[in-house]
Structures are given as C-alpha cells and as structure tokens.
C-alpha cells in the first residue's frame, strides 16, 4: 500500500498535467482565432466583443467555483472544469456569427477560470502541506503546455481546419483528462497543517484584515499578469512598426518572453528556497523593470528582443507567489480573490496599451508594463510579513 510520500508526489504529477492541459487547450484554440475570425466573417471590432466572452465567462465563474471548491473539494471540481474546458474548445468552429461565437466562448471561458481556481486551490493546499515553495513549477507546466500547443497548432494550421484541429484537441484533452482524473480523483483531500479538519464543512469567515492581504497579493497578481498581456498582444507590432524588424523576427519576440518566463518558472522552486518569497518578488519585480525598460526603448531589434527575455525571467515567479499566498490565506476563496484581479490584469493590459499608444506611442506605452512591476516590487516590500510564510 503507498505510504503518504507516494500518495503526495503521485498528487504532485497529476495536478502538473492538469496545468500543462490547460495551458495546450488554451494555446490550441488561441492560434486558429484568425481562421475562426475569417470563418465567421466578423469585423475585427466584432471579433473583439466576441472574445470578452472567455474573459466575462471566466471571470464571473471564478468566484463561483471557489465556493464549489469550498463545498465539494477542489479535486472533483478541476475534473468536471477539464471535461467542460475540452468539450467547449470543439465549439467555435461550429459558429458562423460573431454573436454565436461569443455565446460558445463564454462556455469556454466559464471553463477556463473554472479549472484556474480548482487546480491552483489543490496546487496550494500541496505547497502547504509539502512546506516546499513547488508554485512556479505547477504555472511552468502551464507554460510548457502552452507552448507545445502553440507549436503543434502552428504546424497543423496549413492542413487542418480549425473543426478537426479543434475536435483533435477535444479528443487528446478528454484521454488525459480520463486517465489523470481518475488518479486525482483517488486522491484524498489535503488539509493543511494550520487548517483544521472542519474546516471544509464549515469554513470561517475569513476577517478584514485577510481579506485585505488577500487582495492585496491579486494586486501582486495584476501587475504580473498585465505585462504578459501586454507582452501577448503588443510585443510582435512594437518589433515590426517601430523597430522595423521583419515579420518573422518580429514573431520571436513574444517567444523570447515565453521561453525565458517557462525557464525562470521550472527554476523557481530553487529561487524561492534560496532566497525566499519577498526577496524572489522583489528581485522579479526589479528585473522586470530593467527589462521591460530595454524592451520598449532600445534602438535595435536584437536589444529589444533581450529586453523582452528578461522581462520574462523577471515576471515569472511573481503571478504563482501572488496566488499560493492569498491561497494560503483564504483557501479557494482566495485563489478565485486573486486569480480573478490577475486574470484582470491579463485584460487590462492590451486595451491600456492601446489607448496610451494612441495618446503617446507605442514604446512609450510599453512601459507602463515596467511600471506596474514596480507597484508589485512597493507592494511586496510594504508587506514583507505576510508575503513570507508562517
């Protein structure tokens, strides 16, 4: 019979490949959205109110599962979010509107934030019994994911429509989902060693001052998740308008972001066992700043792209530290806290960046993602106590 080692590090693997399938999922659909857009013969205007659907979709879901976490544990939510998550991706190439296309993404995104909250309460109530700082390498699987998906959607998009392509990732991701939930479904519930065994039938209220901290860390979140946002969306057009880099190198600069954010995340665990949380934020924080700085003012393509990595690297641990701390704090109510302020930083970030490219430049814009690092450094220095466990 395994013993309770055995038990937490099967725990360990399986809530990876739930992060690594939803960042897949994700990345797989993200790609086709120009094909769905031709397909649907939206506007772009129309195309971006359609889009809001995965943000209102997630957004209005993450505080709602928090609660179902709360009532029928995290475990049994992340399966039930996987299965909707991977059934609802099929979805868009059946629309041929962007109204209906916006209908079906509001599924999706339901199912996105869903499954966000579920695994990353089960990834805190882990990291709390392990006593281990193992955050980023849940969000680096995550990333991982992400990546492949993009790549394989890359390569599949000249032969594959976005139907087949889109059902194929239905298929794999309900396979894993079948194979890992069963696993993760075996798995008891954790309760942490400061939460005591009633607490999931009966949770306290958490008081003012928790809820404060909490919201807090989504702060930390927002400012983390703005920059990758904006990263996402403005990066390639600061390379190719302003830099006059071609298409092609233009493209590298968001994989440059990605790559170095999936290495500084796979050493995090490291970083923060060194160092500790505070100074990992503070450190992340500052370097993102200097990067992200370079990046949106160098006068050459190949500096910017550099300036683009070390944003990466100095973002990556930020969003997993914000969101284990409000979760070790406020349980599942937490995680949803800050999940949804750094989701909404996620959104904020491409609409900010645009306004203020119109009122200033582009390059300019871009460095508000360097100041919002620095409001997370202030932040997490202002609340050294509580950013550091115990």
């Known amino acids: 019979m395994p013993g309770p080692r055995t038990d937490l590090t099967r725990l360990r693997i399986v809530l990876t490949v739930f992060f690594a399938l939803d960042g897949f999922v994700f990345a797989g659909w993200v790609v086709r959205i120009p094909a769905i857009k031709e397909q649907t ?50 979805l868009p190439p059946l629309t041929h509107s962007a109204l209906a296309l916006g209908a079906v993404l509001l599924v999706f995104g339901s199912a996105y934030g869903g499954i966000n909250v579920a695994f990353n309460s089960a990834a805190v109530d882990l990291v709390n019994v392990l006593r281990r700082p193992i955050m980023p390498s849940f969000h680096a699987a995550f990333s991982l994911g992400g990546m492949v998906g993009a790549g394989l959607g890359g390569l599949v998009a000249g032969s594959l429509s976005p139907l087949w392509h889109l059902l194929g990732l239905t298929v794999v991701g309900l396979l894993v989902t079948l194979f890992a939930g069963r696993v993760l479904l075996r798995c008891p519930p954790l309760v942490p060693p400061d939460r005591s065994p009633q607490s999931d039938e009966a949770p306290r209220k958490a008081d003012a001052r928790t809820r404060r901290l909490v919201v807090t860390f989504g702060l930390i979140a927002l400012c983390s998740s703005y920059g990758e946002g904006a990263m996402a969306d403005w990066g390639a057009l600061h390379l190719e308008q302003d830099l006059d880099a071609s298409p092609g190198v233009a493209a590298v600069g968001y994989s440059c972001f990605a790559l170095a954010m999936t290495v500084g995340r796979l050493t995090g665990t490291a970083l923060l066992e060194r160092l500790g949380r505070t100074p990992t934020v503070v450190a992340g924080g500052t370097v993102a700043v200097a990067g992200m700085l370079l990046g949106s003012l160098a006068p050459s393509v190949w500096a910017a792209l550099f300036g683009f990595a070390v944003t990466g690297l100095g973002l990556a641990n930020i969003f997993p530290v914000a969101v284990e701390r409000a979760g070790a704090l406020g349980g599942p109510g937490g995680v949803a806290t800050a999940s949804t302020l750094g989701y909404g930083g996620m959104l904020l970030g491409p609409p900010a960046i645009g306004f203020m490219a119109d009122w200033f430049s582009l390059p300019a814009a871009l460095t508000s993602v360097a100041v919002l690092a620095g409001v997370a450094v202030v932040v997490a220095v202002c609340n050294r106590r509580v950013t550091a466990p115990g």
Do not use: D, W
């Open 41 to 90: 013969g939206a506007s772009a205007s129309a195309l971006g109110l359609a889009l809001l659907g995965v943000s209102a979709g997630a957004v209005v879901t993450m505080t709602l599962t928090g609660r179902l976490c709360r009532r029928y544990g995290s475990h049994p939510v992340t399966v039930v979010c996987a299965v909707l998550l991977c059934l609802s991706v099929a």
